[in-house]
Nanobody
Framework: VQLQASGGGLVQAGGSLRLSCVASGRTFSMYAMAWFRQAPGKEREFVAYINWSGDSTNYADSVKGRFTISRDNAKNTVYLQMNSLKPGDTAVYYC????????????WGQGTLVTVSS
């Protein structure tokens, strides 16, 4: 199983980015997906979760109302739309896959760096 994350970059505070994560190697639609992030010098933290069908989502309080997770099972892709970005959102963002992706993911992507300048 491979998860390929992309879409990171440098953006000014208040701007937007959309991250993508393409999965291969198993039936994408059978598994939940999640996004995590790790800022420099900090532990990895949960950002967002979406169930296998896309009709159930969950967010960290710090991103609620600004970030939106979605998925396209036909394209084996999960997305993270990030709006109103803040310097505190600067981190490497990782996608993860599993039956319980938010707490016990069994596969991880390589990460994509998001840098928000003030």
């Amino acid at each position: 199983v491979q998860l390929q994350a992309s879409g990171g970059g440098l953006v000014q505070a208040g701007g937007s980015l959309r991250l993508s994560c393409v999965a291969s190697g198993r039936t994408f639609s059978m598994y939940a997906m999640a996004w995590f992030r790790q800022a420099p010098g900090k532990e990895r933290e949960f950002v967002a979760y979406i169930n296998w069908s896309g009709d159930s989502t969950n967010y960290a309080d710090s991103v609620k109302g600004r970030f939106t997770i979605s998925r396209d099972n036909a394209k084996n892709t999960v997305y993270l739309q990030m709006n109103s970005l803040k310097p505190g959102d600067t981190a490497v963002y990782y996608c993860a896959s599993g039956l319980n992706a938010a707490n016990d993911a069994d596969y991880w992507g390589q990460g994509t760096l998001v840098t928000v300048s003030s």
